[in-house]
């Protein structure tokens, strides 16, 4: 992961400038760990299959809580459902450029 995370964290973020790179640091942690696929629905729609675990789903689950909490434009939807786990990101048009690099990363991770 040689990616900036300034890359993906935008300036809208509330997020303490000194906490981001571990923020980026915990997302890269989780792409590498769990995703499994990332689709690129659309520019601003990503849809990323985890592993379907109940440790990898509350572990993305508080990880996403808290970054609603300081990037609010994301929307994060974790759906669990016959044996497959998938997290599914929306952005406003305006933050499709954070979305993407976002899905870089993972890809990048997953790969």
Same mark, same amino acid.
């Given at each position: 992961? #040689?990616?900036?995370?300034? !890359?993906?964290?935008?300036?809208?973020?509330?997020?303490?400038? /000194? $906490?981001?790179?571990? %923020?980026? &640091?915990?997302?890269?942690?989780?792409?590498?760990?769990?995703?499994?696929?990332?689709?690129?629905?659309?520019?601003? #729609?990503?849809?990323?299959? !985890?592993?379907?675990?109940?440790?990898?789903?509350?572990?993305? /689950? $508080?990880?996403?809580? %808290?970054? &609603?909490?300081?990037?609010?434009?994301?929307?994060?939807?974790?759906?669990?459902?016959?044996?497959?786990?998938?997290?599914?990101?929306?952005?406003?048009?305006?933050?499709?450029?954070?979305?993407?690099?976002?899905? /870089?990363?993972?890809?990048?991770?997953? &790969?």
């Amino acid at each position: 992961m #040689s990616a900036e995370p300034e !890359l993906w964290a935008p300036q809208a973020c509330t997020l303490p400038t /000194a $906490e981001r790179p571990l %923020r980026v &640091a915990e997302f890269d942690e989780l792409f590498t760990e769990a995703v499994r696929e990332v689709r690129r629905i659309n520019a601003t #729609s990503v849809s990323m299959d !985890l592993t379907p675990s109940p440790e990898v789903a509350a572990r993305a /689950a $508080e990880l996403v809580v %808290r970054e &609603a909490g300081c990037c609010s434009f994301f929307t994060f939807g974790l759906i669990a459902t016959g044996g497959s786990l998938c997290l599914e990101i929306t952005v406003p048009e305006q933050n499709a450029d954070v979305l993407k690099a976002l899905a /870089a990363r993972a890809e990048g991770a997953s &790969a």
